[in-house]
DNA sequence: AGCTTATCTGGTCATGCGTCCAAGTCAAGT
DNA sequence: ACTTGACTTGGACGCATGACCAGATAAGCT
């Protein structure tokens, strides 16, 4: 990450930099741990040099949450598309289950947060559009079945779709052990063939 | 001369209204909010008096989780059973729903927040338990249907249901102008409908 | 009565927090 | 060569936090 750039003010480095220590942070010990000192510390920065490049610290924290949704619109496009819904649904498990537990706890902590907190109002909004969006993506090709066979169409699918997975994500987290959240998962995609979706 | 008022010792109501301050603060205002200072201070008796009755503040912190489940098992139980499946899951929305915004976000912290943090290691784990008895429990009526018709059995979609309302209760949670959770419930009610299931 | 034990209380401790600032550094522009 | 202005730095500020303690108080027992 060192490599040059001399041309460009050094300074938007040491930015990244900033957002880029304070993601790893969030990911890896919470949200709650993410504080200012820990974070010019994981970036080799000097305490000062956090508030020189942002007002407080939730306008840092919200960097990190553009960043996270990027991550997230990133993985759900690279995803390729499978022939039936219930392979599609395989792979977007996987690529659940493939992420970093701690990007997952990160993005439901995000959540919470935001909701408590004015200072970051709206945020989670963003989020589940942008989860909701993905979902209608990923489901594109069955986009003229699904409107035709299920009440409230596509929409009211990729809402299912996101709820499921953010159930069976939170479960999974819960307790790594149980099966339950697997099973759970097999018997959504067996509805969703009954229902003439594959 | 030290201000009088000399107060009578309560012994284990102290306790039990400490873990109801607590347990206030945290649906209130979140986890985070909830410090010692705080706790004492919703309680109405001195700081020094918490450390009495709690080694430490994660004691209490469990204390609080325990109550928050037993609550969540009345709730649970407490309904009543109606004709079908789809009628049984409006019911149990509604439960959700109506439950205090502040408790639903609790609940989720405190999961997150139990993954996290090694002194309350466990808890997530006994939570989801409890979501999943008490979905068994709610299904109970349909069980034998529910065996014979759907891959996984009564298990598999008692932990498919507790994912969905998970699921949808957060987007709710996330964006409560959106009618997407709704349509997302009633298009899964559809699903089970059509797997023969009502 | 005195003695013992449980309960309560105000204050203190070290630590960590977000924020701020005055002085320092250094490359580019004149 | 000198000024400018972006960038960096270490230290400081006031406040909140979890934990702890020694002394005060009340209740129960002999």
Redesign the interface.
Known sequence: MTSGAARRPRGEATRAALIAAALTIVER??I?AATTRQIADEAGVPLGTVHYWFASKDDLLREVAAQLLTQVRADATRAESPATVSERLATVFETYTAMDAGRQ?AL??L??H???DDGLAGL??E???TY?AAAREAIEPWANEVDAQ???GS???A??L???????T??A???P??P??A??????A???E??GIR
């Open positions: 010990d919470g709650a706890l439901f902590e959540t919470t935001s909701v408590r989670a909004r989020q589940y559009d909701r299920l009440a409230g929409s009211a699918l809402a299912l996101v709820a499921v997975m953010d159930g069976v939170l479960a987290l819960a307790d052990e149980s339950a959240p099973e759970a998962l097999r018997l959504f067996g509805l969703l009954n229902a």
